[in-house]
């Protein structure tokens, strides 16, 4: 095929069409339209495919710059700041391993791992990294990418003492990998860089627990760096979990394939570790709650976290303790629909606090929690209102009320009920395997292949149709939950260590028929490339019938 000597560009900053020769780079293009952007810009988007600047062009089509307002454009800015950390980390610890481990908000907790043990920095040794990133990036190095066999690659991992890549990739079907170079630096990222050093200007670090605090922009706010209010609970179920995987050896994407490709046995057997876990986790629950004097446990937790599975081995558990709870529903406390809160675009807002009739529903608890008996409402979806069943419960001494929603850590939901008699639980699937050292699996990442798997067997949603609700989805959960979830009693995990290698099986080829022509193109790419690192667990049947996992791939001993 002969190659085309120019390609045609439509820049959607001015609607204008450009000639430019092939082969020719956006980066010098992205200068000219900065003064359209108030943040830097750090890729683009061709179609809908991403493209680092610094990529000769070998096609044309819709170029949209991405800049920090942008999630991608966080993103591709939280890795080019990584580089720059690990760049000064390795002059003065050539012999320690940088560990990024779990977000907070919007800072990323770090730990540097010398022999495996967290390295404790003074406030000295934070100064002198954080100088001399700054120095890294006023001298404006370009990130360099370069494509190597899998051999020439190892040789670099051997020389910068870096085996958890050499793991990593062994598993891969690829014969090349694409490494990045910056100064005399080499490093490998899941994901695309920033065309140089020059635009990583905000950051901050700071000291905590055994490693320190990665402070990154926030998307409201690109250009300041605020240090993340604390977040003590979550921290520490992030932390807690951490060091069990490091107990059960299962740190990386590259151990949990060593494990798979040792067959079946070894993986049931990890299957079984991890389910005992989240047991004897919601077995404490439960006997916490019974040492708690409370009546009324609140469930809430952020979309695909499996609060529902979740819920349901928690009532099991408080049986055992000798508790015959009642679960009430939110749903049914929703106001008539011509009363339902709006949103900006003017549709119902049924996440909205407003949309449940609060005045019944405290009314209600007060009375249950007095003895007194109460007859419970049913909300019809199809009239859009308020039903009266006829069934009138009263609680017994033993019998506590179980309410799950997404406002459940909220106090304005239960305001008529005294904190003491409530108890509180934040269920999230806080993800803390990693695909190696620098590239972390994120939270957002778990819950998303899990819904995306739960809306096409169970709601006939397509992969697309998810991708496009999700971001409507992720900005109800920073109103409605995680403002509140250090408001929680306790805190449930409900990640599965070896989940990925599952839901690849079952995501791979919903992701695959999102088509390019569609904006979701770019995110399904980005979660196809993620899976392509797993071996898949393909033998289904020794995922016990409990587990949450089977709450989004079928066939779960529980009715929902």
């Not at 991608?72 to 080019?80: C, P």
């Not at 958890?164 to 990045?180: N, P, Q, S, V």
């Given at each position: ?12 900053d ?34 809908n ?77 934070i ?23 899998k ?21 891969r079907k ?35 627990n ?21 977040l003590?609970k ?25 494990i ?33 004097g ?35 529903s ?13 949103d ?53 001494r ?16 239960t ?5 003491s008699?409530?108890?509180k ?8 395997l ?14 998303l ?23 409507s ?12 979830q ?18 690849k ?56």
């Amino acid at each position: 095929m002969r190659r085309l000597k120019e390609i045609l560009l439509k820049i959607l900053d001015t609607n204008e069409e450009l000639r430019v020769p092939a082969g020719e780079k956006l980066l010098e293009y992205a200068k000219r339209y900065w003064k359209y952007h108030d943040t830097p810009i750090v890729a683009a988007r061709l179609d809908n495919t991403i493209v680092e600047l610094t990529r000769p062009l070998e096609r044309g089509g819709t170029v949209e710059f991405i800049d920090l307002r942008c999630l991608d454009g966080l993103r591709i800015y939280q890795r080019g700041v990584l580089f720059v950390l690990n760049m000064a980390l390795k002059e003065r610890y050539p012999n320690c391993e940088l560990w990024v481990l779990h977000s907070l908000d919007n800072a990323l907790y770090c730990e540097l791992r010398c022999g495996g043990i967290p390295h404790p920095f003074s406030e000295e040794e934070i100064q002198w990294i954080k100088a001399r990133m700054n120095q890294i990036v006023a001298h404006d190095l370009i990130f360099e990418k370069g494509e190597y066999y899998k051999d020439e690659a190892f040789k670099i991992f051997i020389q910068h003492n870096d085996r958890d890549r050499i793991k990593l990739f062994r598993f891969r079907k690829k014969k090349t990998i694409k490494l990045y170079k910056c100064g005399d630096h080499y490093d490998y990222y899941y994901g695309y860089m920033p065309p140089s050093t020059g635009v990583l200007k905000w950051f901050d670090l700071v000291k905590e627990n055994e490693g320190f605090l990665l402070v990154l922009p926030d998307q409201k706010d690109p250009l300041t760096v605020s240090r993340p209010k604390p977040l003590v609970k979550l921290s520490s179920v992030f932390y807690e979990y951490a060091r069990w995987l490091d107990v059960i050896g299962v740190r990386t994407v590259a151990d949990l394939n060593e494990i798979i490709s040792r067959g079946e046995r070894e993986v049931a057997e990890l299957m079984i570790i991890n389910e005992a876990l989240h047991e004897k986790k919601i077995s404490q629950i439960a006997e916490q709650f019974a040492n708690s004097g409370a009546r009324l446990i609140l469930i809430a937790g952020p979309s695909s976290s499996g609060k529902t599975t979740f819920a349901k081995r928690l009532l099991v558990q408080l049986r055992v303790h000798g508790f015959k709870p009642l679960v009430i529903s939110l749903d049914d406390y929703f106001v008539d629909r011509e009363l339902t809160p709006r949103d900006e675009e003017g549709n119902y807002d049924f996440e909205s606090l407003e949309a449940i009739d609060l005045k019944l529903f405290n009314e209600h608890l007060s009375m249950l929690i007095e003895g007194r008996e109460v007859e419970l409402p049913k909300f019809d979806f199809k009239l859009g209102r308020r039903i009266w069943s006829g069934q009138k419960i009263k609680l017994e001494r033993n019998q506590p009320i179980v309410i799950e929603g997404i406002h459940g850590l909220n106090e304005k939901l239960t305001s008529s009920v005294d904190r003491s008699m409530k108890f509180k639980i934040y269920v999230s699937a806080l993800t803390q395997l990693n695909l190696d050292p620098h590239n972390r699996i994120t939270t957002t990442d778990t819950r998303l292949l899990r819904r995306i798997i739960r809306d096409y067997k169970f709601r006939g949603h397509s992969a697309t149709d998810t991708l496009k609700m999700w971001p409507s989805v992720r900005k109800g959960e920073e109103k409605h939950i995680f403002p509140f979830q250090e408001e929680a009693d306790v805190m449930f995990n409900s990640a599965i260590v070896y989940e990925w290698a599952v839901l690849k099986i079952f995501a791979e080829q919903l992701l695959v028929q999102v088509s390019p022509e569609e904006r979701e193109y770019t995110e399904a790419l980005r979660l196809m490339k993620l899976l392509d690192y797993f071996l898949p667990i393909t033998n289904l049947e020794d995922i016990p019938r409990t587990s949450i996992l089977r709450e989004f791939i079928g066939r779960s001993a529980f009715k929902y």
